[in-house]
C-alpha cells in the first residue's frame, strides 16, 4: 500500500484544500506541517514508535502505519482462504533462532524502525501456520472467522481488564448476558445458574474442581488440604489431560485421578450412575458445543452436571482464546474464590457492584473473550451455529462413507460417527495385504509420522495423529473448519495416498 493508498498524498490534499478554503485565509502553517509528515511517512525507516501517537503531531503517521498493517492483515486472510497457497513455509526451530532472510528474532537494546516493523509483521506470518485453510484439519480450534477477527480488533484497541465494571461496562454486562444465554440453552434457570469466562477449557475444567472440593469442603479455603482426607477424582478413560494437570495443580495428585472405563466408542460407562439407564458422554470439553447445538445429546447426562466447560474457540469457531465455565449453583464460584481486595471491590460504589465479577475468578487481570463471541452470535444467532456445526458432521460422515470404500484405509472405529473427528490408518500397498501382527503394527507405527512430516515439509495439508491404548499411531481426522468443503476432504485422501504408497 503507498501513500495515496493511505489517503496522505501531499498533492491530493493540496487540492482538496484550493476546493474547500476561503482565499484569503494563509495555509503557510499547514502546508509545511504537511510536507513534514509525508516526508516521514515516505520512509519509515526513519519514523519510530517513538514517533507514533501520543507523541505530538504523530497522528498522520499512525493511521499511515496501521494501515500497513491492516493491508499485511488483508494480504494474509487473502492468502489463507487460498486452497492453492501453502499452509505454512515450514522451517526447523534452528533456523528461525538462526535467523531467515533478515527475520531476526533477537531482540536489541535499541529501537528499530517502524519500516522493520512492518516486515517483521510480515514475516511472522509468512513462517507461520495459516489455521484458517480450507486443508487445516490439525486441531478443534481452527479456522477464521472475519466477524471474530473484528472482536479481536476491537478487544485490542479497548485494552481493558474485565475484574470491575468500572474499568469494563461493556464488557462485563456482555458477559452477562452470554452466561445467561448459555445457561439457558444446557437448561439452567438464571436465578440458580452461574459462570465466568476463563483463558482455556483446562482452566475451565480446573475450575469445576475446585468449586466442587470447595463445596464438598469449604475450610480448604482457609485451611488448606491438610485438613481434608484423602480425595479423588474420577475420570473417563479417555477424558483430556488437564484433568490430571489440574489435580497436580490443586494438591489431590495424578496418582488420585481414577480412570473409569470406557464402552468401545470411548463413551464413560454409567456403572458409576445406576440410575442411568444408557452409557453417557461425561461431558468434555471437546463435545459440549456440539451437544448443545446439534442436540446430539447423550441420555440426559450433561444436563445433570454441576458444572460444564463450554468452548466457543472449539466448534463455534471463535478466534482463540474463548472459554467459559458454567456451575449450577449460583454465588458458589464467588464464595470459593473472593478476596475482597479493598482497592477494586470497594462495597460502596456508585454502581451496582454484582457486576464487579472479577472476585468470582483465580486470576486478577483477566483478558476479555466476550466481545467477539458476542458480536459472532448477534452476526450468525444461534440457528447460524446449529447450521455450522450440522455441516460438519456431514463432512465427518461423507469422510468415512468414503474411506469405508477404499481398502488401503481403515477406520479405527468402523462405525458412523458421532462427532466431527474420523480416526483412521492408512496401509501403503506393501502393508496392505499382511496379517495383524506385532511386526505388522511396529512397521504401521511409522507410516502417519512420515506421511505427516513430508505434508508439512510441503506445506499440503495439516491433520494429527496419535496412538491409543494397544492401538498404534492412526490420523485422526478433526471438521472444524468453516472454509473446508468436500472437494478438500477428497484432495486430503489423494494427498496421503500420493505421499504414503512408496512408504
Known sequence: MDLKECGYSLAN?????????????STDKDVIKEAHAENVMTNLSNAYASDLLPSKEGEDLTKCFLLRVVNILLHYIEKTFDDKSKILDFHHPHQLLEGLDGFDLELSDHPESLEQLLVDCTDTLKYGVKTGHPRYFNQLSSGLDVIGLAGEWLTATANTNMFTYEI???????ETVLLKKMCGIIGWRET??????SPGGSISNL???LVARYKQYPEIKARGMAVLPCIVLFVSEQGHYSIKKAAATLG???DNVIEVKCDERARLLSVLWPQLAAPCSGPSTRSMTSQIFVRHTSSGCMWMADSVTWNPHKLMGVPLQCSAVLTREKGLLGACNQMQAEYLFQPDKVYNINFDTGDKT?????HVDVFKLWLMWKAKGTYGFEVQIDRYMELAKYFYKVLKKKDNFKLVFDAEP??????????PPRLKHIPKSFERDQELQKIAPKIKAQMIVEGTAMLSYQPCGDKVNFFRMVFSNPATRQTDVDYLIDEIQRLGKDL
Open 207 to 209: 475450575y469445576g474442581i
Open 168 to 174: 469494563a461496562p461493556v464488557f462485563t454486562v456482555m
Open 13 to 25: 490534499r493540496k487540492q482538496m484544500r484550493k476546493k474547500s478554503i476561503h482565499p484569503c485565509q
Open 252 to 254: 489431590i495428585g495424578t
Open 418 to 427: 458421532e462427532f466431527t473427528n474420523v480416526c483412521f490408518w492408512y496401509f
Open 192 to 197: 440458580e445458574a452461574d459462570g465466568i469466562f
Open 362 to 366: 483465580i486470576q486478577c487481570g483477566r
